[in-house]
C-alpha cells in the first residue's frame, strides 16, 4: 500500500490558504508519484471521523482554479485536541497509513501540530506550513493571507477617507487582530499626505483609554474637519483586558475552543457608538466593523500573497521529507526566502507589532512602520486630490 500524505486547514479562512493546499499536493504528486494524497475536512475533525476527499488524482487545473479560490476548500476548524482528542487523530493518521500531515493555519494550528509530535514521537512528520491575516506567527517576516487582507483595509480606509472628506464627520472602523496590530496599521498604507486618514490608529500593543480617544478625536476634527479611525477589535485597557471585556458581563462573554474570547460584533461597535455620542454629542459619526470581509474578498486577491502561499505548501513537502517542522517566511536580501524553523518555535506563541512601529506618545505610524507597510502592501491607486 503506498504511503500517504495528509492535508488539512485549520483557523479562519484567507484569500490564498487554498494555494499552499495546491502547492503541497502538486509538489508530493512530483517528489512521491505512488503516494497517495488525502484532504481532511474541517482540519484535524476530519482526521478523527475519518471524513476525507481523495487529491491524488484530481485534475491539476481543477486544482489551481481552488488553488485562485478564497475561503478553505477543504473546511476549516477551531478544534484544539487534548489528550484525548490527539489520541484519536494519531489513530486516524495511521489508519490512513499516513507518513507525514500538513496542517495549514496559525499559532494555535502550529500548536495543534506541537502536541501531535510529542505525542507521535517520529512515527509521523507533521508540519506547520503558515496562514493567517494577523500577520502574528513568530520567526515570520509577514505570513500567507495578510498581504491579500491588507490590501483590502488599506483600499477600503483610503476610500472612506475621499467619503467624509465630501461629509465631515468621525469614522471608525473596526478590524480583525486579536494581539497584533498589523492588519489595523495597514489602514495607513496607502496615505500620501499627512492629512490623509485613517488620523488615528489604535493596536492591541498600546493601552487603550476611552477618555483619551475622545480628546484625540476632538484634536483631530479641530485640525481636518474630519476624524478616520482605525482601531483593533482586540484593544485593551491599561489593564491588559479586552476592551470587550470591560462592556460585556463575564457570564456572557463567548470563547472558542482554544479559550479565544469572542472580540468583534454589536458589543463593541455599540460601545464605541455610545463614547462618541457622550465625548462629542451632535457630531456625525459612524463606527463599522470590517468583520470577516477583509480575510477572504475576491476583489483583493494580491498576487505575491498568492505566489509566495502557493511556495510555502510547496516548501511544505520538503519540510515533511526532512522529519517535519513549521515552513517560515523570511525577508532576506530584499527578498522573501523559505525556511523551516522547530514547531516549538512557534506554537502557542504571538508576534506582535514592534513598538517603533508607532510613534512615541501618538497613535499613529511611524516611518519604519510605513516602511515595513509600503514594502509588502505598495499603493495601486494614484487619486486626484479633493477640493475640500
Known sequence: MPSTFVIAQG????????????????????????????????GVRGIRDGDYVD??????????????????ALGSTRDKPDAAYCDLVLEGLKKADARAFIYIGGNDTAGTQQILTDAAQGSIAFVHAPKTIDNDLKENDHTPGFISAAEFVAGAFLSVDLDFRALPGIYVGIVMGRHAGFLTAAAAAWRDEDTDGPHLIYVPERAFSVPRFIDEVKETLARHRRCVVAVSEGV????????????????????????????????????????????????????????????????????????????????????????????????????????LVPLANVAGKTRHMPDDYMLPDVNHLSEKGMDYLRRLVPGRFKIGRPFV
Open 11 to 42: 483557523g479562519g479562512p484567507t484569500a490564498v490558504i487554498n494555494q499552499t493546499m495546491a502547492g503541497a499536493v502538486l509538489e508530493i504528486r512530483r517528489r512521491h508519484p505512488k503516494a497517495r494524497v488525502l484532504g481532511s475536512r474541517h
Open 55 to 72: 487529491l491524488t488524482d484530481i485534475p491539476e487545473e481543477q486544482l489551481l482554479r481552488i488553488a485562485a479560490t478564497p475561503g478553505a
Open 236 to 339: 485593551s485597557t491599561a489593564d491588559g483586558k479586552a476592551l470587550v471585556e470591560s462592556i460585556v458581563p463575564a457570564d456572557k462573554l463567548e470563547r472558542d475552543a482554544h479559550g479565544n474570547i469572542k472580540l468583534s460584533g454589536s458589543d463593541l461597535s455599540r460601545a464605541f457608538e455610545n463614547a462618541l455620542a457622550e465625548g462629542l454629542p451632535g457630531k456625525r459619526a459612524r463606527v463599522d466593523a470590517l468583520g470577516y470581509m477583509p480575510r477572504g474578498y475576491i476583489g483583493a486577491v494580491n498576487a505575491v500573497d498568492a505566489q509566495e502561499a502557493f511556495d510555502a505548501g510547496v516548501f511544505a513537502v520538503d519540510a515533511a521529507d526532512k522529519g517535519g517542522g513549521s515552513v517560515a517566511l523570511k525577508y532576506e536580501g530584499g527578498k522573501t526566502v523559505l525556511k
